[in-house]
């Protein structure tokens, strides 16, 4: 019950002494203001005010008469020069100047004079809830009935809300994405949930610089993908963990995101050996590859591959549809002679073989290590 | 005018021992300037502790005042209250020929002192402080929502800020009226 604001006219030393019982507890000011509040009414002490009290009795002035009509007027943080408030808002991190935005439009000019760069953004959203990390400072918000609960780590209370979970994580990371000059060295998003409305989701064109995308559908990665600023993004690696359908990689391909992007890493996607040539123009990419035909397409995924002018090195996960162990076979169709002892690393068989590029000084480094049964990891890299 | 006399204890100069550095070149006994703020009290401070303050250095460096003149001529800072001048000099005494630790603890935790001490700091251009002071503010609003930034720092929000600038502006107004109103009085 909150007291009316008669009582609290009359009675200023029952105010004092409830901010004095919480120093004597040395609860810490922000929480001292707000049990203050959720007690006695939100309306019955401003901040500043109860702020002055708690530092006096912190201070040991236990006077609960002392007349402050003597006190000069207190300067605050608008009355500092932007210089100064430049300098103070310089210690605060992305989040917290992203936050500034929100209190007032003069505060929100200094913070936008900071480019915002976030280090690293992770986003997994499933059918109950969405939770992640902005700078590795978790959120988690999960359903609750017909609302939301919000977990933070640094706040031992949940807070409660009647909006949906995905409403409220959308309004949690606007805050911070949809700030102006916004940028992330890298996104990991893992949409785990193909129904759900992803509209407004991030701010388009995003500033991404690399992205993981882990999607249930081919339009949700698409979607993502094409949300990211394609001048902006390098590198590029989608998942299929959980997918319900096999990537359509032509889809994906058609992007200006992926014709972009400086390097890639698919999963597997149905690609077969002619099928590379779309990575023409990477300086690394990795993908997998299927083929029926090891001895026909080996030699042809080699010359391919030699003719990538940007190319430094490229990772192929090789899938090998018939009996034979992929890696001999992979290392058969490049010409080299299998050694009777295979070299063993960390317990698997591993096989470098070089090519050299004919009419150049160029050669590629195949290094070849036994996965499984059917695949069979192949490292190439251009040495120049 | 009162005055008080601070860091005098700190600031004698020590007896040469057997330091050979020492008795090749004889110490120099060390000055003292004097400053006051807004409250007309008068602090003693050593020119080394004053070293911290660019502004008071280079006031102070082509001076050659004897004890006497300097006791005579304090320096003026009417723009800083008295208690935030005492911070300051305290700060520069404890400080005085020491390397600056990377954090001060020893900072006001009530902002607005804090706020004042800023200004103070920055009008006197001491770096060091500046920077645990700039420091200390940010670390006030560490995780809090916009909510709490603006209660925590008094932030207006843009109504209160619109409110404020109209009701300033029909004050002036009316503040103009007034003088025309006077001025036209004169004139008949």
């Known amino acids: 019950m909150e007291l009316s604001s008669d009582f609290i006219e009359k009675n200023q030393h029952f105010l004092k002494s409830c901010i004095l019982y919480e120093v004597l507890r040395k609860k810490p000011i922000m929480d001292s203001y707000r049990t203050f509040c959720d007690t006695v009414g939100k309306d019955a002490m401003e901040y500043p005010d109860f702020e002055f009290w708690y530092y006096q009795f912190y201070h040991g002035n236990r006077d609960l008469d002392y007349d402050r009509s003597a006190d000069p007027e207190p300067k605050t943080f608008v009355d500092m020069p932007v210089v100064l408030m430049t300098k103070i808002v310089e210690y605060l991190n992305p989040v917290e100047r992203a936050r500034l935005r929100y209190v007032n439009h003069a505060i929100k000019a200094v913070a936008d004079s900071f480019p915002l760069v976030m280090e690293k953004i992770e986003i997994v959203v499933n059918q109950f809830s969405m939770y992640g ?49 916004f940028q992330a060295n890298h996104l990991s998003l893992n949409i785990l949930d193909e129904t759900l409305n992803l509209n407004d989701f991030l701010p388009i064109p995003f500033n991404a610089k690399s992205v993981f995308i882990n999607g249930r559908t081919t339009n949700q990665v698409v979607q993502f993908l ?96 018939s009996d034979c162990v992929p890696i001999r076979v992979f290392a058969m169709a490049l010409g080299e002679e299998i050694p009777i002892e295979s070299l063993i690393k960390d317990r698997h068989m591993v096989i470098i073989h070089r090519y050299q590029i004919p009419e150049s000084n160029e050669c590629l480094e195949f290094k070849m290590r036994e996965d499984n049964r059917y695949h069979c990891l192949v490292n190439i890299v251009k040495i120049r | 005018m009162s005055s008080t006399e601070q860091g005098t204890s700190s ?159 029909k004050r002036a107004g009316k503040e103009a009226a007034g003088e025309t109103a006077a001025a036209a009085g004169d004139a008949k």
């Open chain 2, 11 to 169: 600031a004698a100069p020590a007896e040469p021992t057997t330091a050979p550095e020492s008795a090749a070149a004889p110490e120099v006994p060390e000055s003292f300037y004097y400053v006051h703020g807004k409250d007309k009290v008068v602090h003693k401070v050593s020119a080394g502790a004053l070293q911290h303050s660019a502004l008071i250095h280079g006031m102070i460096s082509n001076l050659g005042y004897t004890e006497e003149q300097a006791k005579a001529n304090p320096f003026p800072f009417e723009n800083i209250d008295g208690d935030i001048l005492q911070m300051v000099v305290d700060w520069c005494n404890q400080h005085k020929g020491k390397p600056t630790p990377p954090e001060d603890t020893n900072l006001p935790k009530q902002k607005e002192k804090l706020f004042d001490l800023v200004l103070a700091v920055n009008y006197l251009e001491i770096k060091e402080l500046l920077t645990y002071c700039c420091k200390q503010v940010a670390m006030m609003v560490k995780g809090k929502s916009p909510e709490e930034i603006r209660e925590i720092w008094m932030i207006p929000t843009d109504a209160e800020d619109e409110a404020a600038e109209k009701e300033a502006k």
């Open chain 1, 226 to 321: 094409s949300a990211m600023n394609p001048g902006h993004l390098e590198s590029i690696n989608l998942f299929d963990g959980v997918s319900r359908e096999t990537l359509n990689y032509k889809r994906v391909f058609k992007t200006d995101q992926i014709k972009q992007a400086k390097s890639v890493e698919l999963p597997f996607m149905g690609m077969k050996a002619d099928d590379l040539l779309i990575f023409s123009h990477y300086k690394n990419f990795k993908c997998h590859l299927k083929s029926e035909n090891t001895l026909e397409d080996v030699p042809r995924i080699r010359d391919i591959i030699a003719t990538f002018e940007k190319l430094q090195s490229c990772e192929l996960d090789y899938h090998c549809v």
């Open chain 1, 133 to 181: 990390t902005l700078n590795k400072k978790r959120f988690e918000f999960f359903k609750k009935g017909s609302g939301s609960t919000l977990y933070e780590p640094m706040s031992s209370e949940a807070e409660e809300s009647d909006k949906c979970f995905m409403e409220k994580g959308i309004e949690h990371l606007a805050l911070m994405l949809k700030t102006p000059k």
